[in-house]
Every structure is written in structure tokens, then in C-alpha cells.
């Protein structure tokens, strides 16, 4: 099984990465855990906006997706686990990813917000839900 594993070092993403180690999973099963850097998006200082701000973002990104890779190689013993820093609008990147990787499942984690918060904010998870090429697990806080 390909398992597409999205995250972006939030709470809810890292429950994600939780719910990969914690799960069993056979010895073919490869992973490629992704990252997207949505231009212009996210908070930066201001001397990180003097310099170029995408390249803070990929930077960051890679960091996050280095460090996750070292844990993951460690807790999937053997398997392949794979990176990859995405640009773009986010719902569209993850699914074009998760197409062009042929993945068997995508999993990312969700804030769970509701009401107004949810329709102002749009919901990341809910896109990826209606559009993906393969099933995908949401892996929420607990309440």
C-alpha cells in the first residue's frame, strides 16, 4: 500500500504522524510524507520578508520534513519513507500529489473546528475528503 502522509508541524499534523507510528503496517507499505508551501501564505519576521520569503518557507519545510523522516525511519523499520516539499494552493497540491504518487490512502490531521471559524477558515481536510483519488484517514483531537 502507498500511504501519503500530509503535514504542516501543526498539533493536528503531528496526531497524523502519532497515527502512522502507532499503526501496524505490512513490510511493503511505503510512505511519502509531504509538506505544502503556499506562496505568500504564513507568518514570517520581518527580516525573514526582507529575504525571499519562499525560500524561508521551503527551508522550513524541509527541516520539518528531515526531522519527521528520521523518525519514521526509525519506527517503520525497513520501509520506504520518501519527502517532498509541494507548492501551490494546498487542497489542490495534496491531491495532484496524492494522484501522481498513485496513493492507497492520504492521512492528515484536522483541527476539527465548527461553525463559523470552519466556514471563514475553509477546511483543508474536507477539500482533501472530496477530492481525493483514494481513501483518506483524518485524524482529529480528541474532544
Known sequence: MKIMVSLDGSESSMRALEFIISRP????DQFMIVSVVEPDKGDM???QAMTNPDEVFFANAEKLLAKVKDKLDEALKGRSVNTAVLSGPVIDSLVDCAKEYSADLIVMGSEGRRGVSRLLLGSVAEGVLRNAPCS???VRRKL
Open 45 to 47: 519576521s520581518m527580516a
Open 25 to 28: 503496517w505490512a513490510d511493503d
Open 136 to 138: 483518506v484517514q483524518i
